[in-house]
């Protein structure tokens, strides 16, 4: 039996990106759905359209590179940005995974899958670019020290970013707004 790769591309039930130095060079159906806009509005442009902002862009680049340089491999939940549509502008919680093709060069090439997760976990509070990144991380289970070692600021930065969503989901501790963070 022959495999149509090219379908199976289109068909895959994630949203799937091919890059060259993080311009997307290909992207199936799913993930245009999922952003609300056409392959045309995708394939050439930067990741860049697809973060709230540049500065989420060139952080997650920069924090990225040394595991990818290590691994080949990265995931992460991360909020995201619809480009186009009806939603233009909507944030959105979204599982990202890749693998570079050349870990020495991590951005060079690689694979990306996006997953939507706002159906299982919306954005209810306007949150800052570092928020969002605090947040991700306290999802994944890190302290406040490993946050800050992997943003690159101190661990006391981290707790007032963490005090902060505290007050914004109305939270008593971090496994309550953990709680909250992941039901949205």
């Not at 981290?158 to 953990?178: C, F, H, P, Q, W």
Request: proline share 4%; glycine share 8%.
């Amino acid at each position: 039996m022959d495999i149509n790769y090219r379908l199976a591309f289109e068909m895959a039930p994630v949203g799937l990106a091919l890059s060259r130095n993080r311009i997307m060079l290909d992207c199936n159906r799913h993930l245009c759905e999922m952003f609300g806009a056409a392959p045309d509005q995708l394939i050439g442009q930067s990741f860049q359209e697809l973060y709230p902002s540049a500065l989420e862009f060139e952080r997650t680049g920069q924090r990225i590179t040394p595991l990818l340089n290590r691994h080949g491999t990265y995931a992460d939940d991360r909020i995201m940005k619809r480009v186009a549509g009806r939603f233009k502008g909507e944030t959105f919680w979204c599982h990202v995974t890749g693998r570079a093709l050349n870990q020495a060069a991590p951005h060079e090439a690689g694979i990306w899958t996006f997953e939507d997760l706002s159906a299982s976990r919306p954005v209810k509070a306007e949150l800052t670019p570092r928020e969002r990144e605090v947040a991700a991380f306290l999802m994944g289970g890190l302290t406040s020290k490993e946050i800050g070692k992997a943003l690159v600021i101190s661990h006391r930065t981290v707790e007032i970013y963490r005090a902060r969503l505290m007050r914004k989901y109305k939270a008593s501790n971090t496994g309550d707004l953990v709680h909250k963070l992941m039901a949205g």
